[in-house]
């Protein structure tokens, strides 16, 4: 039997385009409209159907939720800020607390407002303190009722899709653009981590980092790339942003191996988009951020799985990888599964079953996997069997 300590976190991600439905104002939607991307359309009405949604996570054992903010409903024009968007979400913490869940918001997740993007988001000047701009903003509306802030999601991940695999908008490919998107992102994070201190100086503000267990063979070639890619992934980010983070948010998914033979990548088990699970890799992931000297929660950690067959043994085992890590001293505080709800894969459209909750897009009916009956009772008894 392995007990959590007291006050442990436990809840679900979701991200607003993901799941609200009908964002029109941003670049993603701008890429739908264009045929680059799959089309979202309703999602799962998260933005109408939230109120429930919260009741269902609670009736699953959690005392948390972490969502996200649409920046392009708040702020549709630059500067210009939308009250009755900013009170929607205010309606939706309340609605999270009601039900007795801790709030974790996230800022900005992926999408960004059509006039940010088409001035030249991110790599622009100036980007760090718009973002700022609007995370100030944003934060002081939310006010108390929101105690963890996030204020950027898998700023990495972002670049790299945007600048230099050229999948995401806008689409690039360009190794200046790539590396000038990761140093305004950078700053971009610590101007709004001020910003928003300045405004809630209780809250607890930090990121969302998306870190893979990078592992290789005994080729020295392999163990170089290894350590390269462990450094450039994982820890230059942190370490261009640190003495700004009041914790670490650590989205994980997968492990890669550099020099993985064919058996053995015949022998793993796959989660999703060519990635393979690893029994320890959460552990791993999480011991690396030791030396950080701050709190973590995992932000993200979860399974396209439709049918719930490995679910139920893979958040098992995350929670038991979470638990190793607490005993060896790594201040980890919470745990959310990505994701709640069956939702809107960005390059995949409605493929890609990740919900601890199936949804039936056409009816908004919402069915329980047998895996949340299992992650439920983790929630409700702190302890895993
Ligand atoms: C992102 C989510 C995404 C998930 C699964 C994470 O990198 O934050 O938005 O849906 O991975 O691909």
Same mark, same amino acid.
Request: hydrophobic fraction near 45%; aromatic fraction near 14%; include cysteine.
């Given at each position: 039997m392995k007990r959590f300590p007291e006050g442990f976190y436990w809840g679900a991600s979701t991200a607003a385009y993901q799941v609200e439905g009908n964002i029109h104002n941003c670049d993603w939607a701008e890429a739908e409209r264009e045929r680059k991307v799959p089309p979202c359309g309703r999602a799962c009405d998260f933005y109408n159907r939230y109120d429930e949604d919260f009741a269902l996570a609670r009736s699953l054992?959690?005392?948390?939720?972490?969502?996200?903010?649409?920046?392009?409903r708040i702020e549709p024009e630059e500067g210009v800020f939308d009250e009755s968007q900013?009170?929607?979400?205010?309606?939706?913490?309340?609605?999270?607390?009601?039900?007795?869940?801790?709030?974790?918001?996230?800022?900005?997740?992926?999408?960004?407002?059509?006039?940010?993007?088409?001035?030249?988001?991110?790599?622009?000047?100036?980007?760090?303190?718009?973002?700022?701009? =609007?995370?100030?903003?944003?934060?002081?509306?939310?006010?108390?009722?929101?105690?963890?802030?996030?204020?950027?999601n898998e700023p990495e991940v972002f670049a790299a899709?945007? =600048?230099?695999?050229?999948?995401?908008?806008?689409?690039?490919?360009?190794?200046?653009?790539?590396?000038r998107?990761?140093?305004?992102?950078?700053?971009?994070?610590?101007?709004?981590?001020?910003?928003?201190?300045?405004?809630?100086p209780d809250a607890e503000v930090g990121i969302a980092k998306h870190n893979i267990f990078f592992t290789a063979n005994k080729n020295p070639l392999n163990r170089g790339l290894r350590a390269a890619a462990d450094w450039f992934w994982n820890h230059s980010f942190l370490r261009r942003t640190e003495g700004f983070h009041d914790f670490i948010g650590l989205n994980h998914y997968h492990f890669r191996k550099f020099g993985m033979t064919r058996a053995e990548r015949d022998e793993a088990t796959p989660t999703f988009f060519g990635c393979y699970e690893h029994p320890d890799s959460l552990y791993e992931t999480l011991a690396a951020l030791k030396k950080y000297n701050v709190p973590v929660h995992v932000l993200e950690n979860g399974v396209a799985d439709g049918t719930d067959v490995r679910r139920i043994d893979y958040i098992r085992n995350a929670a038991a990888n979470v638990h190793r890590a607490i005993e060896t001293g790594v201040p980890v505080k919470g745990y959310f599964h990505w994701t709640l709800l069956d939702n809107y894969e960005w390059l995949f459209g409605y493929g890609v079953p990740m919900g601890l909750v199936a949804v039936d897009l056409k009816t908004q009916k919402r069915t329980p996997r047998p895996s949340a009956e299992t992650y439920a009772a983790i929630c409700r008894a702190n302890v895993l069997e």
């Open positions: 054992g959690m005392n948390a939720q972490r969502f996200s903010l649409e920046w392009s900013i009170e929607h979400y205010r309606a939706v913490v309340r609605s999270c607390k009601k039900h007795g869940m801790t709030p974790f918001v996230t800022l900005w997740h992926f999408t960004l407002p059509q006039w940010f993007a088409q001035r030249g988001g991110f790599i622009r000047r100036d980007a760090p303190e718009i973002f700022a701009r =609007y995370c100030r903003f944003a934060a002081e509306k939310l006010g108390d009722d929101v105690p963890v802030v996030i204020t950027m899709g945007g =600048y230099a695999t050229g999948f995401t908008p806008p689409f690039e490919i360009s190794p200046i653009l790539y590396l998107a990761l140093t305004r992102l950078a700053e971009a994070h610590r101007v709004a981590y001020t910003a928003v201190k300045e405004v809630r």
